[in-house]
């Protein structure tokens, strides 16, 4: 009732009269307040349209009666319910803009539309606002001599500022290798080829390929005459082929090795080809001039201060005591069951053993049948093959310039330390192990690149590429620090985090994954979460869902990460319980560039979506929430038939938010989307602060969202279609 005392005091104070009662038309479902003004008397009225209907005005006079309806509040236009003072023509404001009203004649009874009546309403002129009045009250304007806006002076938002930049990881140090100056992500294997061997070189009799070799070099070398280039001066002499009866002399050799092995003996020089003691040698060294001019036939123990050089064992090699030693030896097999052992220049054609309580020194050696660490292995220049190594049973090893085909596993409590190494053809396993690698190319696993369970890994500039599966998988309770490291070309996931997972990621390159870029999550449900810390993230050319998704309750850090041509989203968080601290996010090429949802809570700072096939930003469902400074949309498509929700179908939405999510976004700029600037739909709880819409069909599109008194603040709409498209329903 007071709603039209104020109305008819409005209509009296105006001092106007009319024999017959003004019918008004009823308000449009869209509106939610009125301004009713009369130019001549300079008086206007302002009204919240409260769900009551209009009456008919009676003691009009001649002069128009403006009704002009709006889908935003008052407070949205400047002024608050009742009386509205109109000033002067020349000062102050126009009415704020709308396409919804008419204009009513009472001395003909004529009504006529806006554009008909569009000089009546030029000349209503309202109170002008300052730029703190602007902010507090409306979406900012410009103020144009073409169309006179709500806010006059405009205000002018916030410049949002760009994220940083993003540090490409290390390539790993290699042999020569310069790949640095030469790689590219996804072509490694092009850019280390002839500095590192992208496939085990195959070695004749004699010769061995160790650690980072691309070519195959002789175990020892060959003399003329067959015999050993030198010896002691008490060296003895056995050459199966001399004649019988011998004295062990350079001219008349032994022809047996047991008649040189007699008491006395610490050096004995082979030719040919000799049957094996019975019994291990003791302090003697077994020399040959090559493995191709001197064979041991059968079974060879060496005990305690022994040794074998330049020579084949034909059997098993056995190095059984302390202080014994293997040098430019081709053996069968070969075991390790004491320490003090050393081996240099040594190819084992099958497998190699070091049992536990053992320690054995390397340097140059080339294992063909697989090799197992129970107890410590150390060195440099290693390859095995073709079923990698395996370190168990609290072994260990500690290894530089190794060459590991079939993959490396660790278990057990076994523990690892790899400085320049080539794995092929299987990957690196841990499992209840740790493993601290730098400069490791893994390439081509017929499974994982690296799995790691209940484990502790630290890997630093290494490249991992075509796995079949993952490239990374941590699972269980795992430590896992990953610095300087690619991943391409896998077949699922480039990283998959689950369970009690603890990762700190520094320069990461994830890309070309036939799954996701990195998907972090619990399972089962209710498992301790995993909590990631990672920065300077690069992730180009995912195949399925998202370049990054962190998932039931999976708590993480991100900075600085750039995300390009991701399958459908660039960064997804998802499920209540899961908590995202992000910032200098750059998203391009998506279908949808931001997505949070499920009831996740993200917070953002300063981000650049770009050129999103379906909509840049997403906020969808209860209990999601996103706050956000500093955020940059642009050039959203509609070429992808991914929705960011349900309430529009198709896409080119820059922004949307729906379903009972909450956004507190400021500092911001939406620009050029295909259809709809930002989009609302109830019951979303929605502030935006300080920025600018612009260019787009639609600025901004809303459905039951208006009556949120922080809606909109300080908000600069330029060069759009239409501003603002409210729906009431």
Not at 193 to 219: D, H, N, R, S, Y
Not at 437 to 448: N, R
Not at 527 to 546: C, F, I, M, N, Y
């Amino acid at each position: 009732m007071w709603r039209w005392v104020g109305l008819a005091l409005f209509v009296l104070a105006a001092g106007c009269h009319s024999a017959e009662p003004l019918n008004l038309d009823p308000p449009p479902d869209s509106a939610r307040s009125m301004l009713l003004a009369l130019p001549d008397a300079r008086q206007g009225w302002g009204d919240a349209l409260e769900g009551a209907p209009l009456p008919a005005l009676a003691e009009l006079g001649d002069g128009p009666l403006v009704v002009l309806y709006y889908p935003v509040p008052l407070e949205a236009l400047g002024f608050t319910a009742g009386l509205v003072p109109l000033v002067p023509e020349g000062e102050g404001r126009g009415a704020p803009p709308t396409n919804l009203g008419a204009v009513y004649l009472p001395a003909s009874g004529a009504r006529l539309s806006l554009t008909e009546g569009a000089d009546v309403v030029a000349r209503i002129r309202l109170a002008a606002l300052g730029d703190a009045e602007c902010r507090a009250l409306s979406g900012c304007y410009p103020a144009t001599p073409e169309l006179e806006q709500v806010c006059q002076p405009s205000c002018t938002p916030t410049a949002v500022e760009p994220p940083a930049e993003v540090t490409p990881p290390a390539f790993p140090r290699l042999g020569g290798c310069t790949a640095e100056a030469t790689a590219t992500l996804g072509q490694w294997s092009a850019a280390v080829a002839g500095c590192v061997p992208a496939a085990l070189p195959e070695c004749g009799p004699g010769t061995f390929a160790a650690g980072l070799a691309t070519a195959c070099t002789p175990l020892a070398i060959c003399t003329d005459d067959g015999w050993p280039a030198a010896v002691s001066a008490g060296a003895r002499f056995v050459d199966p082929a001399a004649a019988a009866g011998g004295d062990g002399s350079r001219a008349q050799p032994f022809q047996t090795l047991a008649a040189a092995l007699q008491p006395g003996a610490t050096e004995v020089a082979l030719r040919g080809e000799v049957a094996a003691p019975a019994t291990p040698l003791i302090g003697v060294r077994l020399v040959g001039a090559c493995p191709t001019a001197a064979s041991v036939r059968g079974d060879l123990s060496l005990g305690a201060g022994a040794r074998v050089a330049g020579l084949e064992v034909a059997g098993a090699l056995a190095l059984a005591g302390p202080g014994t030693a293997a040098e430019g030896v081709q053996a069968g097999t070969a075991s390790v069951t004491a320490s003090g052992v050393t081996l240099t220049s040594v190819r084992v054609l099958g497998a190699a053993a070091v049992l536990p309580g053992t320690a054995v020194t390397v340097d140059g050696l080339h294992v063909g049948g697989g090799m197992s660490v129970r107890g410590s292995l150390s060195g440099q220049r290693v390859t095995v093959a073709p079923s990698g190594l395996d370190v168990f049973a609290g072994g260990q090893a500690d290894l530089q310039e190794a060459t590991l085909q079939g993959g490396l596993r660790i278990s057990g409590g076994g523990r690892a330390h790899l400085r320049a190494a080539v794995i092929r053809e299987g990957g690196i396993g841990l499992d209840g192990a740790t493993l601290e690698a730098s400069d490791v190319w893994v390439h081509d696993a017929p499974g994982d690149g690296a799995t790691v369970s209940g484990a502790a890994l630290r890997l630093e500039r290494a490249v991992i590429e075509r796995s079949a599966v993952f490239g990374v998988q941590l699972v269980g309770s795992t430590t896992s620090t990953l610095t300087d490291v690619r991943v391409a070309d896998t077949g699922d996931h480039a990283v998959w985090v689950s369970g009690d997972v603890r990762l700190l990621g520094e320069r990461l390159a994830l890309t070309d994954a036939g799954g996701e870029g990195l998907r972090s999550e619990v399972d089962p449900e209710g498992a301790p979460e995993p909590k990631l810390d990672l920065s300077d993230v690069l992730v180009r050319g995912v195949q399925e869902e998202s370049c990054l998704a962190f998932l039931r309750t999976t708590k993480a850090t991100l900075r600085r990460a750039r995300l390009e041509q991701c399958g459908i989203i660039g960064l997804r968080t998802d499920r209540r319980g899961t908590e995202v601290d992000a910032s200098d996010i750059v998203v391009a090429g998506a279908s949808l560039g931001l997505r949070f949802e499920g009831g996740s809570a993200t917070t953002l700072t300063r981000a650049l979506v770009a050129s999103s096939r379906a909509a840049g930003l997403c906020v969808d469902d209860p209990g999601t929430a996103l706050v956000a400074r500093h955020v940059r949309v642009q050039d959203t498509l509609r070429v992808a038939n991914d929705s960011c929700i349900d309430l529009v179908a198709g896409a080119g939405l820059g922004m949307a938010v729906h379903s009972g999510a909450q956004i507190d976004l400021e500092a911001f700029e939406v620009e050029n989307s295909a259809a709809l600037g930002v989009e609302l739909g109830s019951p979303s709880m929605n502030s935006f602060r300080d920025g600018v819409i612009r260019d787009g069909p639609v600025g901004v599109h809303s459905v039951n969202v208006w009556r949120e008194p922080d809606l909109m603040r300080g908000i600069r709409y330029e060069g759009n279609g239409l501003d603002l498209d409210v729906l009431m329903e």
